[in-house]
């Protein structure tokens, strides 16, 4: 079965700090993707990245960085100079379990919060 | 951009009423989802649909029933509503890949269910 651990329930940072959100995961599969998924206080879940197993090049996107590494099976997100704005809850996920039906589901970490205060 | 609405942000029910939760994508997306989200067990698979008319029971079925008649429409029935179904309810579509492996979810912003 898959797995997502995301072992830091809550974060707090003060602004400027840099945070790395720990996502480690399990899997049989050769063939997967792993995703970041950010939820602000609104509510929706918003896409942040996707990665392809046969692709571990790490990712900057502005002040975001994701590093992936299969040897250890971790896919962690890091925000560099944090800002207020950041403060939400931070999903990783895994795509996919094998459900009974054929289909794959994915797979979600708990979460982690992230509170960046001023 | 892919857009997925739900039909209400907020809904206050009764206990045993018949609650509809309707899902609308617009991305011709195969895949539908419904998940709960309570405070420290992040987010749980209800029931997804990989077709019209096709359904798969997730994590926490119970209680639920889901209807697929449309392609763009994935509607989540609670028969008989209690108080432990007082949640936050989220919908995702997705597409496919080759591999049959779900591709990037696009969330719809949320109903907020307190049942009394």
């Known amino acids: 079965a898959q797995k997502v651990t995301q072992a830091q329930t809550e974060i707090s940072v003060v602004e400027k700090e840099d945070v790395t959100l720990d996502c480690v995961y399990e899997?049989?599969?050769?063939?997967?993707?792993l995703f970041w998924y950010k939820q602000p206080p609104s509510g929706e879940l918003v896409f942040l990245i996707r990665?392809?197993?046969?692709?571990?090049q790490n990712e900057i996107s502005g002040r975001y960085s994701w590093n992936f590494q299969k040897s250890t099976s971790s896919f962690n997100f890091t925000i560099t100079a944090s800002q207020v704005v950041d403060s939400a809850v931070y999903f990783c996920?895994?795509?996919?379990?094998?459900?009974?039906?054929?289909?794959?589901?994915?797979?979600f970490g708990r979460g982690t919060s992230l509170i960046v205060h001023p | 951009d892919v857009k997925v609405t739900q039909s209400s942000r907020y809904l206050v029910k009764r206990t045993g009423e018949k609650v509809f939760l309707e899902c609308v994508q617009d991305?011709?997306?195969?895949?539908m989802f419904w998940y709960r989200q309570d405070p420290g067990l992040g987010l749980r698979l209800i029931y997804f649909?990989?077709?019209?008319?096709?359904?798969e029971k997730g994590d926490i079925p119970e209680g639920y029933s889901v209807s697929r008649e449309k392609k763009e429409r994935f509607s989540l029935i609670l028969e008989s509503a209690s108080t432990n179904q007082t949640s936050m309810y989220l919908c995702a579509s997705s597409l496919s890949t080759a591999s049959g492996r779900t591709d990037t979810q696009y969330f719809g912003p949320g109903t907020r269910l307190t049942v009394l």
């Open positions: 990665r392809n197993s046969f692709d571990e």
């Open positions: 991305m011709d997306h195969e895949n």
């Open positions: 996920a895994l795509s996919g379990t094998l459900a009974s039906g054929g289909s794959y589901i994915p797979t």
């Open positions: 649909s990989y077709d019209v008319k096709m359904k």
């Open positions: 899997t049989r599969d050769t063939t997967y993707y």
